[in-house]
């Protein structure tokens, strides 16, 4: 009877005092890896700034930074990294010993329009910070400006900036030598879109339809002018009419 419970005794404890023992064994590592140098985190690696300085994500290197690698709370810095209203999304993952890999994607600046405030938008009609971005953008006038039109972090109400960010967004895909040249997108008084060009003579006229449609003809006829001359030659191109592209000389 006494063996038959020195045994069960056995059976019961012996696979218990194991995972004791395990514990014991990692808690200890965790423990010696926390005050060991070598899990501090020396470097932290920002990629994917193209369009906005990094000068917000820079405060959260500084605060990321000599922390031991295993206790950094990367969940809670992502979660704040991706409620900047340009920033789309964001990967944080550690590089061991010492280094945090921060991969940032940004929203895309595409155009600006001035609201009281300027507000920068992107491919999606999404409104931006102004403060960040540092590159030159086609400017959208004689919208709407209300203010309630374009919260921050939040799609812009305005359905013609919306048409007119589509376009934009269209011509860059399909006619980046056109996009990089646009002073102005311009909606008029006959609610139809106009764009000025950078040297501030040339405007196209596009009318209120079809648009996509004329932006293709656009890049055609550009495509079969003379080498001596460039969509600035002109001082007007009126896309308008069907089949046919009416123009005017400087």
């Known amino acids: 009877m006494k063996n038959n419970l020195i045994k069960i005794y056995n059976v019961v404890h012996q696979p218990l005092l194991c995972l004791i023992l395990i514990g014991i064994s990692l ?23 193209n369009y906005f300085d990094d000068t917000v994500l820079i405060e959260y290197k500084k605060s990321i930074k000599d922390q031991n690698i295993f206790l950094s709370n990367l969940k809670g810095y992502k979660s704040d990294i991706e409620s900047l209203d340009h920033i789309k999304g964001c990967k944080i993952s550690r590089v061991f010993p010492s280094t945090v890999k921060v991969e940032v994607y940004e929203r895309e600046p595409l155009a600006m329009i001035s609201a009281n405030d300027l507000i920068i938008l992107d491919s999606e009609g999404i409104c931006l910070p102004v403060e960040y971005c540092e590159i030159s953008l086609p400017i959208l006038s004689n919208f709407k400006n209300n203010q309630e039109l ?3 972090g939040k799609k812009t109400k305005s359905s013609n900036v919306l048409k007119s960010i589509d376009v934009i967004k269209y011509s860059k895909e399909n006619f980046d030598s056109l996009y ?11 609610s139809e879109y106009e764009i000025i060009l950078k040297n501030g003579r040339t405007k196209i006229l596009l009318g209120g339809d079809n648009i ?12 079969v ?26």
């Not at 200890?28 to 700034?49: L, R």
């Not at 191109?237 to 123009?247: A, E, F, P, T």
């Open 212 to 223: 996509f449609a004329k932006i293709d003809n656009l890049n055609a006829f550009a495509t």
């Open 180 to 190: 990089m040249n646009i002073s102005e997108f311009v909606f008029n008084e006959n």
């Open 27 to 49: 808690f200890g590592s965790i423990k010696w890896a926390q005050f060991n140098k070598t899990f501090i985190v020396k470097d932290v690696k920002i990629e994917g700034i």
């Open 225 to 250: 002018l003379p080498p001596e001359k460039t969509l600035e030659s002109y001082r007007y191109i009126d896309l308008r009419y069907k089949r046919q592209i009416v123009v005017e000389e400087i």
């Open 150 to 152: 374009y919260e921050k």
